[in-house]
């Protein structure tokens, strides 16, 4: 059975940081792009990044691109998201995903409906 289980969110200050940690059970995330994911009150689920498995290297939308970045440790099948200089409109419920496939095009990086498993969401909430 195939779970993605993230934890690591939590209240922080503007200008801080967090660092989420995303947990796969049922695959190796290694075989997989993991995307992360948002979702602020009231607006859409916005992708943020990808981790692509075929070159090994992460994208970045521009909203968060220089600030956040994604690492992996096969050892323990995780996926970490971390965030520097976070701020108030950080804030949001993020959530880690995978796709279904071994490869992802670029053009479907942040696109929600090209993952086919989702982690429950954490909460990260950056107080200014």
């Known amino acids: 059975q195939v779970q993605l289980v993230e934890s690591g969110g939590g209240l922080v200050q503007a200008g801080g940081s967090l660092r989420l940690s995303c947990t796969a059970s049922?695959?190796?995330?290694?075989?997989?792009?993991i995307g992360w994911f948002r979702q602020a009150p009231g607006k859409e689920r916005e992708g943020i990044s990808c981790?692509?498995?075929?070159?090994?290297?992460?994208y970045y939308s521009g909203s968060v691109e220089g600030r956040f970045t994604t690492s992996r440790d096969n050892a323990r099948n995780t996926v970490y998201l971390q965030m520097n200089s976070l701020k108030p409109e950080d804030t949001a419920v993020y959530y880690c995903a995978a796709t279904d496939s071994r490869s992802l095009r670029g053009s479907y990086y942040y696109r929600t409906n090209a993952y086919g498993s989702w982690g429950q969401g954490t909460q990260v909430t950056v107080s200014s």
């Open positions: 981790l692509d498995n075929e070159d090994d290297r992460s």
């Open positions: 049922g695959f190796n995330m290694d075989d997989h792009p």
